[in-house]
Nanobody, 113 residues
Framework: QVQLVESGGGLVQPGGSLLLSCEGA?????VGWHRQAPGKQRELVAA????????NYANFAKGRFTISRDNAKNTVYLQMNNLKPEDTGTYYCNAVRGPASYWGQGTQVTVAS
């Protein structure tokens, strides 16, 4: 059983920063951060492979967001800088290994002045 717990969300002003954490994402998983805004489909934000050998960012995340992992802590991070109101949504962690896919419960990010 794999349990993923996201944390670090909150209310932040435009231009601000947040660091999201996904605990439970062991080093044997490829991990992605996804987000879902109200009334919209869930979309990939950023992903990191096992061993941090490859990264993938959505266009809106490039230059502002950074995904990283600390395998000693079984944690994957998403550093988000220069946040915009359109970044508002629930952010989810997804750990994948072969056919197995696990999701956390999400953490809410609200960007507003």
């Amino acid at each position: 059983q794999v349990q993923l717990v996201e944390s670090g969300g909150g209310l932040v002003q435009p231009g601000g920063s947040l660091l999201l954490s996904c605990e439970g994402a062991r080093g044997i998983f490829n991990v992605g951060w996804h987000r879902q805004a109200p009334g919209k489909q869930r979309e990939l934000v950023a992903a990191i492979t096992i061993g941090s050998t490859n990264f993938n960012y959505a266009n809106f995340a490039k230059g502002r967001f950074t995904i990283s992992r600390d395998n000693a802590k079984n944690t994957v991070y998403l550093q988000m800088n220069n946040l915009k109101p359109e970044d508002t949504g629930t952010y989810y962690c997804n750990a994948v290994r072969g056919p197995a896919s696990y999701w956390g419960q999400g953490t809410q990010v609200t960007v507003a002045s």
